[in-house]
Antibody, heavy 122, light 106 residues
Framework: EVHLVEAGGGLVQPGGSLRLSCAAS????????MNWVRQAPGKGLQWISY?????????DYADSVKGRFTISRDNAKKMLYLQMNSLGGDDTAVYYC??????????????WGQGTLVSVSS | SYELTQPPSVSVSPGQTARITCAGD??????AYWYQQKPGQAPVVVIH???ERPPGIPERFSGSSSGTIVTLTISGVQAEDEADYYC?????????FGGGTKLTVL
């Protein structure tokens, strides 16, 4: 059974940093691209970052986090990471990791973790 | 930046048909996906590749596409379908989600 478990959220001061992790199990992690998606309290979903199955090939970020957030993965440990720097109030959200499943020219976020809450406040 | 536009809310009575639209310029060239999110839960994909239903999703969920508008249709709405629904597609800058539509079952 596929499981994605996020960790590392918490309360951080404005300007601070946090590193989120996502532990994967139940599937061959190294063969799937992964994404981070966040959801501010009471708001909608916002895609923030993508990393291909081979982390050295394709990495992408939403403009809102480009230059501040860094996505990475360790396929041997089946772990996905998100290093978040220069955090501001707009970054307060639940952060989800999501597996991207592609077939027949179509890609879907077919499994999601339960999310970890990041609160940025002084 | 690219946007996908959804109505904020849709209300239907049980047994009726709910239709949720999503508009975006690139939808004529990119597939759309639909996710259901219930309070306190992670999203679940209910439609992929515009109109295909993943295994385990009830047949009452269907999707269609016409030009730059895609539609999620829920036929014979049940109380358990009350949730937020998000469309998703891609552009040159990555993935984009619509703002979400709250489906209320009266």
């Amino acid at each position: 059974e596929v499981h994605l478990v996020e960790a590392g959220g918490g309360l951080v001061q404005p300007g601070g940093s946090l590193r989120l992790s996502c532990a994967a199990s139940g599937f061959t992690f190294s063969t799937y691209a992964m994404n981070w998606v966040r959801q501010a309290p009471g708001k909608g979903l916002q895609w923030i970052s993508y990393i291909s199955s081979n982390s050295s090939s394709i990495i992408d970020y939403a403009d809102s986090v480009k230059g501040r957030f860094t996505i990475s993965r360790d396929n041997a440990k089946k772990m996905l990471y998100l290093q978040m720097n220069s955090l501001g109030g707009d970054d307060t959200a639940v952060y989800y990791c999501a597996r991207e499943y592609c077939t027949g020219g179509s890609c879907t976020f077919d499994f999601w973790g339960q999310g970890t809450l990041v609160s940025v406040s002084s | 930046s690219y946007e996908l536009t959804q109505p904020p809310s849709v209300s239907v009575s049980p047994g009726q048909t709910a239709r949720i639209t999503c508009a975006g310029d690139a939808l004529s060239k990119q597939y759309a996906y639909w996710y259901q999110q219930k309070p306190g839960q992670a999203p679940v994909v209910v439609i992929h590749k515009d109109s295909e239903r993943p295994p385990g999703i009830p047949e009452r969920f269907s999707g269609s596409s016409s030009g730059t508008i895609v539609t999620l249709t829920i036929s014979g709405v049940q109380a358990e379908d009350e949730a937020d629904y998000y469309c998703q597609s891609a552009d040159n800058s990555g993935w984009v989600f619509g703002g979400g539509t709250k489906l209320t079952v009266l």
